[in-house]
C-alpha cells in the first residue's frame, strides 16, 4: 500500500498517539549510525530536532540526488525529523543550542567526548541546564581504554572485530568487508535500546543520566557471541570459531538455472532431505548424521553434499520439493529483484510519498504492526536548515534575533 506523507506545513513532529509522544530527541549526529538512531526514534513518535553544521551532515551529498544536499542516502537516514543549523563555535548558536536543550528530554551526539567538552556540551554542564536530560554518546571505543580518542568507523570496527578474518575463513582466504553498513545499523539499535531505557528510568525518578554506547565494545559482543566457543571456558575447551558458519559450502546453493538459500538443520529436515536425494537409508546408516554434534563436527562434508544434490534441478523444481518437506528455502534475490518479492508486495512494505521538493520517492515502511500505538512515517527528510525559524520560535527568540543569526550564519534556512 503506497502512502503520501504531508506537506511541511502539516507536519506533525509529536503525535499524540504514538509510543514515544511527548519525547523531544535533539540529535547531535552525523552520516548513518546516530541519524538512523535518531529516525527509529522519530519514527515511534518522538519529536527530533537534527541539528547540524551550516554545511550540513556529509551524507546530504552522497548518492544520486534529484537538488544539491537531498541525496539518496540523507533522504533514507532522516524522515519524522525538523533541520535546525546552528554553528556552535559561535557564541550566539551555543547559547540557542543550550535553550533549545532546556526542553529536550534526549541529546544524542556521535562526536568524540573530547570534542562535545571542548564546546561545554559535556553532561557534567549540560545537567546543570536540564536535571532531566538524557545524554546519550555514540562513539568509537570505551572511554576507559587506549583506543578512546581514536576516531572509528565501520570498516575500522569490522576489522578490529575481526568480521573480514570470518569472511576470509568462510570463503576465499581474503579478508573483506561486509557490504552492508552492518556496524552503524547494529550499534545504532544499541543507541534506541539504551534511549528507551533511560526514558523508562527518567520518567520514574525524574532525572537524565550520561550513557555511552561504544561501537567496538557492541561489536566485539556481537561477533563473539556467536565465535567465542571454547573459550567460553577457563582454560579453554576448544577452539573459537562457530563450525557452521565458517564452513565454505554455507553460501547460496548453485542449481541448473540459479541460486537457491536452504537450510537444512533439525533431525526432521536432514531425514526428510536424505529422501529428496534419494538416499533415505543414509539417514539410519551415516553417523555424521547422528546428532546435531556430529553434523556440526561434519558440515563441510554435508554441506557439500547438498551442494551436490541441488545442483541436479532447477529452482522452480527445488522449491515445489522443499516446501512440500517443509525444508526452510528461498530464491536467492538481488538487491533489484527484492523490490518485487511478492510477500513484500502483499505487506505493503514499499510505497510512494510525495516530497515537497524532491518529487516521488520510493518509501519503505516501519516494520512490525502496532494494535493501538502505531509508528507512522509522517514528515519527509528535511531541508537544510527547513525549520531554523520555527524552532528558534519556539525556544524563545524573537524575530529580530533569528534574522541577526540568519545573517551572522549562525543559522540558515533553505
Keep these: 500500500m503506497a502512502h503520501r506523507t504531508k506537506n511541511s506545513t502539516d507536519e506533525d513532529p509529536a503525535p499524540t498517539h504514538a509510543p514515544l509522544s511527548g519525547v523531544k530527541v535533539v540529535e547531535l549526529t552525523s552520516v548513518l549510525m546516530g541519524p538512523w538512531a535518531c529516525q527509529i526514534l522519530g519514527d515511534l513518535g518522538a519529536e527530533v530536532i537534527k541539528v547540524e553544521p551550516p554545511a550540513g551532515d556529509s551524507t546530504r551529498g552522497i548518492g544520486p540526488a534529484r537538488n544539491p544536499g537531498m541525496s ?23 547559547e540557542a543550542f543550550i535553550t533549545v536543550l532546556k526542553g529536550a528530554d534526549v541529546l544524542i551526539y556521535n562526536v568524540r567526548p573530547q570534542a562535545m567538552k571542548r564546546l561545554g556540551l559535556d553532561y557534567e554542564t549540560l545537567r546543570e541546564v536540564n536535571p532531566r536530560l538524557i545524554h546519550v554518546g555514540a562513539f568509537g571505543f570505551g572511554q576507559d581504554g587506549p583506543y578512546a580518542q581514536k576516531p572509528a568507523y565501520d570498516d575500522l570496527i569490522q576489522g578490529l572485530t575481526a568480521l573480514p578474518s570470518l569472511s576470509a575463513e568462510a570463503g576465499d582466504g581474503v ?104 538416499r533415505p537409508e543414509l539417514w539410519s546408516t551415516d553417523p555424521r548424521l547422528t ?40 530464491p536467492l534475490h538481488t538487491p533489484n529483484s527484492l523490490l518485487t518479492d511478492p510477500h513484500l508486495s502483499a505487506t505493503g512494505f514499499f510505497g510512494a510519498a510525495e516530497h515537497p521538493t524532491e518529487g516521488l520517492l520510493t518509501t519503505m515502511q516501519i516494520p512490525g504492526r502496532w494494535s493501538r500505538t502505531p509508528p507512522s512515517i509522517r514528515s519527509h527528510a528535511p531541508r537544510l536548515g527547513e525549520h531554523s525559524t520555527e524552532i528558534l520560535k519556539e525556544a524563545g527568540f524573537d524575530e529580530a534575533e533569528i534574522t541577526q543569526m540568519l545573517r551572522d550564519g549562525v543559522t540558515v534556512q533553505p
Excluded at 542516502?73 to 559561535?90: E, G, I, Q
Excluded at 558458519?245 to 529436515?269: A, F, M, S, W
Excluded at 563436527?297 to 516446501?323: P, R
Aim: hydrophobic share 40%.
Design 72 to 94: 539518496a542516502f540523507f533522504l533514507n537516514l532522516n524522515r519524522n525529523k525538523r533541520s535546525l543549523v546552528l554553528d556552535l563555535k559561535t557564541p550566539k548558536g551555543h
Design 291 to 330: 546428532d546435531i554434534r556430529q553434523r556440526t563436527k561434519h558440515i563441510q562434508e554435508l554441506y557439500g553434499m547438498v551442494a551436490d544434490a541441488l545442483a541436479t534441478k532447477t529452482t522452480a523444481e527445488w522449491m515445489e520439493l522443499l516446501e512440500k518437506a517443509d525444508i526452510p528455502a528461498n
Design 175 to 278: 579478508p573483506r568487508y561486509l557490504p552492508v553498513t552492518i556496524v552503524d545499523r547494529t550499534v545504532a539499535l544499541h543507541v534506541v535500546n539504551a534511549v528507551l531505557a533511560a526514558l523508562l528510568d527518567q520518567r520514574k525518578s525524574g532525572l537524565g543520566q550520561a550513557v555511552e554506547v561504544p561501537m567496538f565494545e557492541t561489536m566485539a559482543q556481537y561477533v563473539l557471541g556467536d565465535h567465542l566457543q571454547g573459550y567460553t571456558f577457563q582454560p579453554p575447551i576448544g577452539t573459537m570459531g562457530y563450525d557452521r558458519l565458517l564452513v565454505q559450502e554455507r553460501k547460496p546453493y548453485k542449481t541448473k538455472d540459479g541460486y537457491i538459500c536452504v537450510l537444512v538443520y533439525n533431525d526432521r529436515h536432514w531425514e526428510a532431505f536424505c529422501g529428496l536425494m534419494g
